[in-house]
Structure formats: C-alpha cells, structure tokens
C-alpha cells in the first residue's frame, strides 16, 4: 500500500522557534509537494520539488523553505514561526510522468500551532 | 494562470437524496480537472479525474462529474447519497502544458454533511 508519511500530527510551536516538518514517501516518486490548508482558503501551494537538490516556490512561498537531500523526504523549514502559520500542514508526492496524470497521494496532515 | 472556484462551502443534504457540488475553472488554455476528496482526519485522496475523451467521468463509488468546456464546470453529482460520503471535496485543476509534474491548483473545498 502507498504511504506519505509525515512525522508529527499536531505539534505547538512558539513565535520565533525554528519548525521542521518532515514528509516521507515510500514509492520512488520524483515529485513532492507541501501544501497548507486553511479553512475558506483551500489547499495553498507553498513549494515543491521535481527531483533530489532541486525546489520551486509555488503561490506562498514566504517565510518557509525546504531541503530535499534525499528522493523519499522532502523537509519544510520554517526559520522564524509566527501565529500566522497555525494552519494544517499537507504534504503529497507524485510519480513524474510525461504529462500529468493528477494523482497525488498525501499524508495526513501536521497541525502546526505556534502561539 | 488558472483558478478553480467552488460556490458552495457547505452541503447539507438528506441521506439517500442526490448531490452537486459545484466547481467553475478559469483559464485561457486546456486543462485537466479533478475532484479530491478528504474524510474526517485523514489527508485528501484522488475521487476522479477528466484527463481527455468522455467529458463523464465515474468513481468507483457512484460519483460522477461532468466536463463542460462551454460552461467551464466540473459539477460532481452522486445520485443518492451515504453517511459515508460525508467529507470535504476540493475541485483542482492543472495545465496541460505541466510537463511531468502535478502542480495543482485546488478550490476552497465544499464540505458534505449527510444528515441521517
């Protein structure tokens, strides 16, 4: 059975604490994705990467980063927390392909409060 | 760039009665559509999607949404519905032209509630 796994469910961060969320994907898939989901706002894309060492920003890309060093893990970074990233936190990834096929498979969320 | 609106965010709806949920896409080049659906504390998962050919296309759980290029809509429809659907359904939608990858765009998500 596929599997996205991230680490940690529900997490309490304070304002200033540097935040790592890990993802890991047992399926040799090339892509991978963070996603945050906000109530009313959807599914935002924050980044995502095609490959190991390589990253794009998607639409809300401030004040995160991610590092991928390894095909299977793909790590967001908040460097500095504040309250205005309490939100669910979604990681998916993807088999590359030669066009899309849509399918993507996603964790079941990290819930970030930082207070 | 594309977008995916969903007009309704909540859906009450008497078990056994039929559905739709809504979606509209804007964008001035070809895409490929798709609904997702997420249950309660659980992390969303592929429901359809219309990639080319039929513009119906069915899950494996009796929904089906329909393609209407004219209109620019992806409605998903289930023709009576269970507890078990009760969920939120996000509506996405990418280029054609996203070459190997699956940069989705997702709407705001219609969350279903099946009142017994």
């Known amino acids: 059975d596929v599997k996205v796994t991230q680490s940690s469910r529900y997490l309490v961060k304070r304002t200033g604490e540097k935040v790592f969320l890990e993802c890991v994907q047992d399926?040799?898939?090339?892509?991978m994705f963070w996603y945050r989901q906000d109530p009313g706002l959807g599914l935002r894309l924050i980044y995502f990467?095609?490959?190991?060492?390589?990253?794009e920003k998607g639409d809300i890309p401030e004040g995160y980063s991610v590092s991928r060093e390894k095909k299977e893990r793909f790590s967001l970074i908040l460097e500095s927390a504040s309250t205005n990233q309490t939100s669910m936190y979604l990681c998916?990834?993807?088999?590359?392909?030669?066009?899309?096929?849509?399918?993507?498979?996603f964790g079941e969320g990290s819930r970030l409060t930082v207070l | 760039a594309q977008s995916v609106t969903q007009l309704d965010s909540q859906v009450p709806v008497f078990e056994e009665a039929p559905v739709e949920l809504r979606c509209n896409y804007s964008?001035?080049?070809?895409?490929?559509l798709f609904w997702y659906v997420q249950y309660p504390n659980q992390g969303l998962q592929l429901l359809l999607k219309?990639?080319?050919?039929?513009?119906l296309v069915e899950s494996i759980n009796g929904f089906e949404a329909e393609f209407n290029k004219s209109q620019t809509s992806f409605h998903l429809r289930k023709p009576s519905v269970h507890i078990s659907d009760t969920a939120e359904y996000f509506c996405?939608?990418?280029?054609?032209?996203?070459?190997?990858?699956?940069?989705?765009?997702f709407g705001t998500g219609t969350r279903l509630t099946i009142i017994p």
């Open positions: 996405a939608v990418t280029l054609r032209s996203n070459f190997g990858n699956e940069k989705l765009t």
């Open positions: 998916a990834s993807s088999l590359w392909n030669r066009g899309p096929t849509g399918e993507l498979f």
């Open positions: 990467s095609y490959d190991v060492k390589m990253k």
């Open positions: 964008s001035s080049v070809s895409v490929y």
């Open positions: 399926m040799d898939h090339e892509n």
């Open positions: 219309y990639l080319s050919g039929s513009t």
